[in-house]
Structures are given as C-alpha cells and as structure tokens.
C-alpha cells in the first residue's frame, strides 16, 4: 500500500514529498521504508540508521530520532538520487548490547529492499550506514553472492572493528567527523576500512568539520550525528555515487 506524505526536511526551503512503502519479507513482518523521489533518478541510496536501527515510520514519514541520515533525507532530491529511509521492525542491539546486524534475517531483510528498490527503479543502488548502521553496510557488502546487487556503500561514523573482504569490489566511501568523540566509532574505524582496499578498488575517505556537538558523544546531535554539517555529509556522498 502507497501513502502519499510530506515531509518536511531541516534543510529544504519547501516541502518534501515522499511515500511510506512497505517491502514484503516472506513470513515475516514487512519492513517500513519511506522514499523522497526525483523525476529521472539516477541512483537510490538506502539510508541505515545507527543505534537500535529502529525508525518506527509514522505514515506521514516522521520518526523521533535524531540521525543525521533522515535530517538529510531530503536534501539528496537536488543530486537527482532517490533517498530511502529503511526501518528495522525489532531492536538489531547497539555498540553496547551487541548487536545482530550480521545475522541472516537482518541481511535477508537488507537483500529485500535492495532487489525491491532496484526492480522499482532500474537504476544503482547503494546502501548508506551511519554508526551502527555501518554494520550493515559492510556485513551486506561480505556477503558476495548477494552483494552484486548494490552498486557500492557509504559508511560514515564507522563502528569499530568492521572489516570489509577484498571479495567486494565496489566503491566504497567512508565518511567521518574531524572532532568524533564516541569511543564506539573512532575516526582510525573508517581509516581502517579504506586502506583495507585494494589498488584496484574504488574507494575515498572524507573528512568533515564544523557543525555542533550538543549532548553525548555517541549520540545524533553530537559532532558524531553530522549535527549541522549533514548537507556536507550528503554532498561528498552524492558526488561519490554519481562519479562511480
């Protein structure tokens, strides 16, 4: 079922229209995600949020936590790239509780929207993660004979101790804040991860600064969420996807 909604985006000067589409999973719970359209995209980018992963999209797109990814999530119309929040119906765990990001039913889930998105549009997918999130973009890209399907990942924030396989290919970007605090993500986590690629990969690190750090470390509104600086965040990224 479509529900046609408007969002209103931090950045944009109008209105942002967008629909809550629900992906289908085979005797499962379907899973929520809300998309902003452009007339001719060129990519769609999945957007994963960190922490519990969990959005709990409201019909008219809201959600009540504060991630830099659905902050932006309007901002990538200009880019002509179609932006997809992507929700989890159950708790995936944290940098604290652990988390199940790298079991089959999370990338199962993951797989669905990416094939979803992908039929829907004809065009490059790539999955974005930020914190957590980056979990699962780079278990999804380890996967080899499924992760074909995207066109590359952005990480941004990346938790420590991910490892990306040489068996993946594709561009990778990985994005972090010049003043990051969190313990759990630590600026040498996507440092690692782009100097683990071969010569024969595409792949950039971006650093970011400025901005504001408002609460704790680990939190969205920290220099750690972007907070502030998300419309750069999303520009390096955009010229990323586009480029490659």
């Known amino acids: 079922m479509k529900i046609i909604i408007c969002l209103i985006s931090l950045f944009m000067p109008a209105f942002v229209y967008g629909q809550l589409l629900e992906v289908p999973q085979t005797g499962e719970t379907p899973t929520k995600t809300f998309l902003i359209e452009t007339a001719k995209p060129k990519a769609v980018v999945l957007l994963f949020i960190g922490g519990d992963g969990v959005l709990d999209l409201k019909s008219d797109g809201s959600t009540t936590k504060q991630n830099p990814l659905n902050r932006s999530a309007g901002l990538w119309q200009q880019y002509g790239i179609n932006s997809v929040l992507v929700d989890s119906p159950y708790d995936l765990g944290d940098a604290r509780r652990g988390n ?89 986590a996507s440092e690692s991860i782009i100097k683990g690629r ?46 490659n």
């Open 198 to 243: 071969s010569k024969e990969t595409k792949s950039e690190l971006v650093m970011i600064d400025g901005g504001e750090d408002v609460g704790l470390p680990c939190m969205g509104l920290a220099y750690h969420g972007f907070n502030k600086v998300e419309d750069q965040m999303v520009s390096a990224a955009a010229k990323f996807i586009l480029a």
């Open 100 to 188: 199940v990001r790298g079991k089959s039913e999370h990338l199962a889930r993951v797989e669905s929207v990416v094939k979803y998105y992908r039929n829907k549009f004809n065009v490059p997918v790539w999955i974005f993660g930020h914190s957590m999130g980056t979990v699962t973009a780079v278990q999804f890209a380890n996967q080899n004979e499924k992760s074909g399907a995207v066109a590359g990942i952005i990480i941004a924030g990346t938790h420590i101790g991910e490892t990306l396989g040489n068996n993946f290919s594709k561009p990778v970007m990985a994005i972090h804040h010049k003043k990051e605090a969190c313990a759990a993500t630590p600026i040498s």
